[in-house]
């Protein structure tokens, strides 16, 4: 019997649970009524516990999932689908899932994808960009957008046809079928399959993996396998851990120290490399 990890609430919102345990947050889409859709609220919520995910330094791994076991997401709520985007209280339709989006794909730290059930639509694009994702048996992929009028032209289509390849993201856009775990599998979209009741303990241990290993090279990968596909803004973020890392660097301590000590900065004495 898998051990239950006690989950302790890091923030209470409306729609998400925002939860840590031993360096892990856990963010959870909390509307299983509605499959785990999200409406602008939802991902008001997780874009700002993806804010304190980045922030808090006890945080190592980041756990994306949905309540419920029948659902990871079912993407945008479509009953608060208006004109121009998804409308909240405010009466503003906005599609801030892509700003969330490129926080998953920039937060220096591994995501996680832990899914069960549904991951369709804008739900299906989330776990696309998460680092890696864990399935559970019961879960079944796809996207609807042609069918129920949206598509997602950016890392919904792309990044998505860099996993599983032109001919298969295609097929997925174009026919919106469904496809189960193994096939998930089988095309790349998912790192590993396990029972339902398994799919917290298993992602779990992927977590526990990661957070073994240093945390800098976790960074500097992250950031370099997103260089080459997100242009300047990818070079940007691998750009700043070089400048993070040379900032620690005694030859970078020389340039300001000579700097607050009013003489000429003294760069010779360090190595020099080939
Ligand atoms: C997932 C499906 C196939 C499951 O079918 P099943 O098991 O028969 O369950 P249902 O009875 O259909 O669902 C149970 C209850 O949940 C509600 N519900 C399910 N999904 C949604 C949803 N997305 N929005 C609102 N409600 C949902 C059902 O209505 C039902 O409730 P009751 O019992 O009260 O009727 C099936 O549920 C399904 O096909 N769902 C819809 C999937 C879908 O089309 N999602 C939207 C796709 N589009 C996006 O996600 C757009 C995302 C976006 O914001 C975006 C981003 C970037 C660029 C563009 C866009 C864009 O807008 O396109």
Known sequence: MA???QWE??????????QFHEGIARISINRP???????????TEMIDAMHICREDVRIQVII?????????CSGGDQSVRGHGGYVGEDQVPRLNVLDLQKMIRSIPKAVIASVAGWAIGGGHVLHVICDLTIAAENARFGQ??????????????????????QKKAREIWFLCDQYDASEALDMGLVNKVV??????EETVKWCKKIQDK???????????????????AGIQELAGNATLLYYLSDE??????????KRKPDFDKFPKFP
């Open 252 to 261: 970078a301590k020389e340039g300001f120290n000579s700097f607050l000590e």
């Open 195 to 200: 029972p339902l009741e398994k799919l917290e």
């Open 9 to 18: 609430t890091l923030k209470s919102y409306e729609d998400i649970l925002f």
């Open 33 to 43: 009524h509605k499959h785990n859709a999200f409406r602008p609220q939802t991902v």
């Open 64 to 72: 994306l999932t949905g309540e419920g076991g029948k659902a990871f």
């Open 3 to 5: 051990e239950k990890i």
């Open 144 to 165: 609807t957008g042609p069918m129920v009028g949206s598509f997602d032209g950016g890392f919904g289509a792309s990044y998505l046809a860099r996993i599983v390849g």
């Open 214 to 232: 240093s945390p800098l090279a976790i960074r500097m990968l992250k950031s370099s396998f997103n260089a080459e596909l997100d242009g300047q």
